[in-house]
């Protein structure tokens, strides 16, 4: 069975300077990786997404990704944050071939100006 | 911009209570689900649902819980006999194939509180 690990549970940082949220995983089989935004009292939104092909996956808000198939790794990074980025952000794996998405517990993103 | 939409958006209900909590996907997506959130733990899956059957459910989805589409727009969560523990947000989603490559898109959710 397929399982998310993300470490930090909140991560503070100044608006305009960078950040990383970082995600790990673990499978035995071929997996598919997704990075969710929720902001505060609305659902969950597919931010990004690894499916095959380029290891680096990017959004239309900034965001980027790397798949690391050695490290089990699938970090979120972004180079510039901003207020607007204060959300809490769900790492998910699924496995090849299955619909359900397993979600790490998730990593609030509180931009300070 | 089309959305899911869940209904009510917060239901109280006394333990032993059957409860029902509503949502309406996508008009033109084919795979419902049903997710669970417990306050401070992980977004966890419970079922799809797909030409009016399950097509996978977790170890959670036990016999107090049930899925339906009662109509053309509706997908519904039926808990028979709430617990204490069934206290969490739930999150319903569609998308309009099955593989989960596709998109699945989440409503706002429905925070149960069980007393």
């Known amino acids: 069975a397929q399982s998310v690990t993300q470490l930090d549970s909140q991560v503070p940082v100044f608006e305009e300077a960078p950040v990383e949220l970082r995600c790990n995983y673990s499978?035995?089989?071929?997996?598919?990786l997704f990075w969710y935004v929720q902001y505060p009292n609305q659902g969950l939104q597919l931010l990004l997404k690894y499916l095959s092909g380029s290891t680096l996956v990017e959004s239309i808000n900034g965001f980027e990704a790397e798949f690391n198939k050695s490290q089990t790794s699938f970090h979120l990074r972004k180079p510039s944050v901003h207020i607007s980025d204060t959300a809490e952000y769900f790492c998910a794996v699924s496995e090849v071939g299955y619909q359900k998405v397993t979600f790490g517990i998730g990593t609030k993103l509180q931009v300070i100006p | 911009e089309p959305e899911v939409t869940q209904t009510p958006s917060h239901q109280v209900t006394q333990m032993g209570q059957e409860v029902i909590l509503r949502c309406v996907p996508i008009?033109?997506?084919?795979?419902f689900y049903w997710y669970r959130q417990i306050l401070g733990q992980k977004v966890e899956f419970l079922v799809s649902?797909?030409?009016?059957?399950?097509?996978?459910k977790s170890e959670i989805f036990d016999d107090q819980f049930s899925v339906e589409r009662p109509d053309g727009s509706n997908f519904t969560l039926k808990i028979r006999s709430t617990k204490l523990e069934d206290s969490a947000m739930y999150f319903c989603a569609s998308s309009p194939l099955a593989s989960s490559s596709y998109e699945q898109y989440f409503g706002p959710g429905t925070r149960l509180t069980v007393t």
């Open positions: 499978s035995s089989v071929s997996v598919y």
């Open positions: 008009s033109n997506h084919l795979y």
């Open positions: 649902f797909y030409n009016n059957e399950i097509s996978e």
